[in-house]
């Protein structure tokens, strides 16, 4: 079942998701935690640090990512290693052997057999923290995706491409493709928790929550999980 917490400012959406994070490491230390990136989570992170720096501890969580650029090193600066390491890893306790992110700097097909086999390995994610693609998308499973596709290498769609665009020097391509964790795995995390907040969201999760369940936007998935919640602001639920 789906909760939809709409909440009217931003701070409040970002403070809401930080929220269960705490609650749940502070329920269960060594919680399996699925992290995320993007312009969204930044701020999210930042209170997740500030709670560190107030004496929370993450020291036993492990952490999977959804994903990573396929051909970044991860020491370039828009990696999603790098990413994490900035707005997070390098500033709270969890332990550097705990933290799991797909390869982008290897064959992609081994790395995401890598990762495929560690997500096994680790068993069910524990609280899965999900961003909104403007475009439906979760991790990098954009619109077209079955609901049971493993954790692969994907293509990027064009308007993902544009859309992160954004985060890359004037002149420097996007990666075009990506090695994600499948629906399947984001499926079967106990909980699921997905921010959305601004404008550019707002068609997403009017599709994702009026329109049918399906490929076309598969946000529309989480729909049919037994413990999601999405949180949005004013902004991103403008259409619903
Ligand atoms: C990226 C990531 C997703 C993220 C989404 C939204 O492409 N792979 O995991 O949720 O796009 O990003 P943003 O928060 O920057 O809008």
């Known amino acids: 079942m789906l909760k939809l917490k709409l909440l009217p400012q931003t701070e409040d959406a970002i403070d809401a998701a930080a929220q269960v994070i705490v609650d749940l490491v502070a329920a269960q230390p060594d919680a399996v935690l699925g992290l995320a990136t993007g312009g969204t989570m930044e701020p999210l992170y930042a209170r997740l640090v500030a709670a560190h720096r107030d004496g929370f501890s993450f020291a036993r969580v492990r952490t ?119 629906t399947a795995a984001i499926l079967s995390a106990r909980q699921v928790v997905a921010l959305a907040t601004g404008g550019a969201k707002a068609e997403a999760l009017a599709a994702a929550l009026d329109g049918p369940v399906s490929a076309d936007c598969p946000a529309s998935y989480l729909r049919l999980h037994p413990s999601c919640t999405l949180i949005a602001d004013r902004a991103a639920g403008a259409l619903l």
Do not use: K, W
């Open 64 to 182: 999977v990512n959804l994903d990573e650029y396929v051909g970044l090193d991860p020491r370039h600066p828009n990696s999603y290693h790098s990413y994490m390491a900035r707005h997070f890893f390098d500033h709270v306790d969890v332990a550097p052997e705990n933290i799991f992110i797909p390869r982008g700097e290897i064959d992609p097909q081994c790395a995401a057999a890598e990762y495929s086999a560690l997500l096994d390995r680790l068993g069910p994610v524990d609280l899965q923290l999900l961003g909104i693609g403007a475009n439906g998308h979760i991790g990098f499973n954009e619109p077209g995706t079955p609901l049971d596709a493993p954790t692969r290498v994907v293509e990027l769609l064009a308007d993902t491409i544009s859309a992160n665009a954004r985060f890359f020097a004037t002149g420097e391509s996007v990666p075009s493709h990506a090695v994600t964790m499948g």
